[in-house]
């Protein structure tokens, strides 16, 4: 990568805010000072901010089935996934890939292609793999233990949706749902269910297995939809010091007070609430309770909750935070989510007036160029 120099811009730095010029070279940030040289871009008037990092995102399974029964090859919904990533200023994405016993869009075919798609291509934004584990899928542990002994999963959450969806199926448009997601009947889908209902004796073994491996293999391990305290004390057992989406404030609060990191979805702070009536994300991060936000199922909502907190009492810092160094850390990546010498050179342009991504930065490439940012470039400095 030849030298990207941005000038001029409101560079957000670990100690804050200052008018800087930015150096990027070798994927690292090299210089925090005027040397500027190699492609310039004109930041003044513009946000230089930390790459985003989403810890759970699974807004691309709608490129993998836009539509129940329209499946696409997982390498064709990765790219347009990055794409999109990369617009919204996403430079490190952990997908979340459900593996559970239903068939379809979720089961271990699914898996496998991701698997397949992510190690046989070259990518831009850096995609990790956010196994969330579905706790009856008894059948594919073995699957998911080599996947993370191969060091094919970079984070595991545990879930638990099973019970959920045995109640559902009472109910005539969730089990329609469930069926067209999987590709099933209702007879032969009911018949599914009742047979992994019956694994529930063996589920705490297997969660221990599993939470075994991905400690044995040093990788961040998260408790999703925690619905009671109790839960979320048992999968901390477990080695989950993440809690996310919590159904509940007071689960939220325990998890906190117990030193984890509480992740919530940026959707819920951009649409004023969760969709699901559960807590609000804003008034948790505002209280510092909620400690990281993701994209959830929704990529733009990230940059624009960062910004909307920002404007509250949280400011910029604390607020870009959020989408950029807690993620960062509590996935263990120390080297991004802070612009400072030597760390990745993850850097996201935003227009503050706009409200609009300018740039993207991911590692060695020019990953993401507006119209204005086009504009801005010093297009002289290409040979440099």
Known sequence: MRPISLTGGRVLLP????????????????????????????????????????????????????????????????????????????????????????????????????????????????????????????????????????????????????????????DPAARARYCERAGMTLPAFRALAERIAAYEPDVPAALDRIGAAARAACIPIASHDDATVAARDGFRARGARICEFPMAEEVAWAARGAGDWVVMGSPNVVRGRSHLGWASAARLAEAGICTALSSDYYYPAMLHAALRLADGALGLARAWALVSTAPADAAGLADRGRIREGSRADVVVVDPRSRRIVATIAGRRLAYLSAEGAARLSLGELLA
């Open 15 to 170: 100690g804050g805010e200052a008018t800087a010029d930015l150096r990027l070279e070798d994927g690292r940030v090299a210089a925090l000072d005027g040397s500027a040289r190699g492609l310039r871009m004109d930041a003044s008037g513009l946000l230089v901010l930390p790459g985003i990092v989403d810890i759970h995102g699974d807004a691309f399974e709608r490129q993998l089935q836009p539509r129940p029964g329209v499946d696409f090859p997982a390498r064709l919904a990765l790219r347009d996934t990055e794409a999109q990533l990369l617009a919204n200023g996403i430079t490190t994405a952990f997908h979340g890939v459900t593996l559970s016993w239903e068939p379809g869009l979720r089961g271990i075919e699914t898996w496998r292609a991701l698997l397949d798609a992510l190690a046989g291509d070259t990518w831009t934004c850096d995609m990790r793999v956010h196994l969330r584990w579905e706790a009856y899928n008894l059948d594919a542990l073995d699957t998911a233990l080599e996947a993370i002994a191969g060091g094919q999963v970079h984070l595991l959450a545990f879930n638990d949706h099973t019970p959920s969806i045995l109640s559902k199926l009472q």
